[in-house]
DNA sequence: TGCTACATGTAAAATGTTACATGATTCG
DNA sequence: CGAATCATGTAACATTTTACATGTAGCA
């Protein structure tokens, strides 16, 4: 139950309503982890069923009734514990434009090559919005041992990540650039590169 | 349908049993996509009834018979397709180890850094794999516009994947000694790192 | 004798996505 | 006046993981 204590780390920071929840995994802690808002509400409630959380609710006029949740003493033991114990070591799964680059070869080369520049550049604007926020909050998140250090440290794997996205795309276009070349270079005289 | 396309790009380089699919899964494409049997078997029997794959059976003695699976005409077409179409923009998502980091201020600063260490260590290995392997095939692999090139492209991105995750656990590293140096420099006089 | 590889599958549980549903407020 | 945001949830569906189930062959 990962996305369970995903929660209870952001719970751990600050109480917060469903909604906010949702919102911060959308904003703040994108770079590492996703939930909607289904799935949200459904482990808030077997979080709670397990006494990891309560809530309580506050009753609004013209609007919906929210109910703000907090991490229990329970919660806050199960989160250091599970810190403690050692993560299986996913490898990096399940990428589409991975996937498709594995077939690319299927595609004329300067159709591959277009594509894989549209890729680069998509990964290059997020690149700079992780860049800008490390930036902007480098200095006070290291110069003490806390929350801000942690959301530091998440938020620079989603800055290295996009680094090694672009750095990819780069690699690949030299490859295909390479390997179209040389096989022209075979047959100098030629009338079409494919066929 | 994502790992539909996976397993026709799979069978595109040549026929396959569902238990053959599995091992490529966990070894020539691990850098990029995973599947358990049950997943493979199941999508095998959807692209069937969808006439993108077929198969023949080798009735076999002493062993359970096996079902040799290839690419249809229609699938060919259809992974083509696929291929043109554009690919949502999946953002890194849920990755354990960095929503650990993300709460890892709640562990003893040397306790967090020896965990990061491990990982460092963990990732660095499987760098050195993917390295190797990098170095193999470069040459073969970038010589033409072909299947070949394909693997190399998506091997790659288990090369940068690893890459980055180890640059991260060096930044890691880094910012835990800065956060926790500058603290400690701010009561040159202590008693207790923490308190 | 026990482990790994071969080879296929089912069943159940957990997890994730999409669509449906409601209703007020604020901004342009 | 329409769109976006706030705030909650349900229902249905799709996908993924884990456990169960079977049986042979080869190796140490």
Same mark, same amino acid.
């Given at each position: 139950m990962s996305l369970g204590y995903a929660i209870l780390s952001l719970l751990e920071r600050g109480e917060a309503t469903g909604y906010e929840l949702m919102k911060q995994f959308d904003h703040t802690v994108a770079a590492f982890w996703h939930a909607t808002h289904p799935q949200i509400y459904r482990e808030l409630r077997q979080l709670e069923s397990q006494k990891l959380v309560s809530h309580r609710l506050v009753v609004q006029k013209h609007r919906p009734n929210k109910k703000i949740f907090r991490i229990t003493k329970a919660g806050n033991t199960e989160l250091k514990r599970w810190l403690e114990e050692p993560s299986p070591v996913a490898?990096?799964?399940?990428d589409v434009s991975t996937l498709k680059a594995f077939s690319s070869? /299927? /595609?004329e080369p300067q159709r591959a090559m277009s594509k894989i520049r549209e890729l680069k550049s998509i990964h290059r604007s997020i690149h700079e919005k992780w860049k800008t926020l490390e930036q902007q909050i480098r200095e006070v998140a290291t110069s003490k041992y806390g929350a801000d250090l942690g959301l530091y440290l998440s938020l620079l794997r989603g800055l290295t990540y996009e680094e090694s996205y672009v750095r990819w795309c780069e690699m690949v276009e030299e490859a295909i650039q390479r390997a179209t070349v040389k096989a022209a270079s075979r047959s100098p005289v030629r009338k079409r590169a494919t066929s």
């Open positions: 490898p990096q799964v399940n070869y /299927l /595609l």
